[in-house]
Structure formats: C-alpha cells, structure tokens
C-alpha cells in the first residue's frame, strides 16, 4: 500500500490506532477488497471492524481485566463477581470475589 493511501486510511479510520492493533484489524479484511478500496475508504471499513470486534466483547457479559499466562482475573456479569486463577507448579486453582 502506498503512503498516500495509508494516511488517508489511518485518517478515516476511529479506532484503536496501535500497530498490533490496526494489523490485527486490518487482517479481517480481505485483501482484494483492500486494493480496490481508497484509502478513505479502508479506513471506514477499519472502523466498521473494530467496532463489531468490541460490540460482540461487551455482549458477552465478561471481561478479562488482568492476564499473564500462569494468572489473571475476569469479570463476570451473570454472577456479578470476578473470577481469579493462577497455575503454580502446574495445578490451576480458581475463586471468586
């Protein structure tokens, strides 16, 4: 993509703008429609993407808040509560509060 196009697109488009970000967004779209798309116009297409991405993650009633590979801490809405787990020595172990 040309850097004409590419400012354009980054100028259009209302999300998140960090680079693993706009790559993982940009991914969802398919690559034949990227190129026949104006920059201005891939940019609305992001921005479509990203909201969908965060519109399905708030109506699923959970939300990770805190997560490394061995512990972390989601919200859960049905329950009202946060679940917490963290794995040592290979036993993962699981409450709330």
Request: proline share 2%; glycine share 10%.
């Amino acid at each position: 993509m040309d850097s004409r196009k590419c400012c354009n697109m980054m100028a259009a488009y209302q999300g998140f703008a960090g680079h693993e970000t706009v790559r993982a967004v940009m991914a969802q779209v398919p690559g034949e429609l990227a190129s026949r798309l104006t920059g201005e116009e891939l940019g609305i297409v992001m921005t479509a993407v990203h909201k969908a991405y965060h519109a399905g993650r708030a109506s699923s009633g959970a939300d990770v808040y805190d997560a490394s590979p061995v512990d972390g801490a989601a919200w859960i809405d049905a329950i009202g509560r946060s679940v917490y787990w963290r794995e040592q020595e290979g036993r993962l172990t699981c409450w709330t509060s």
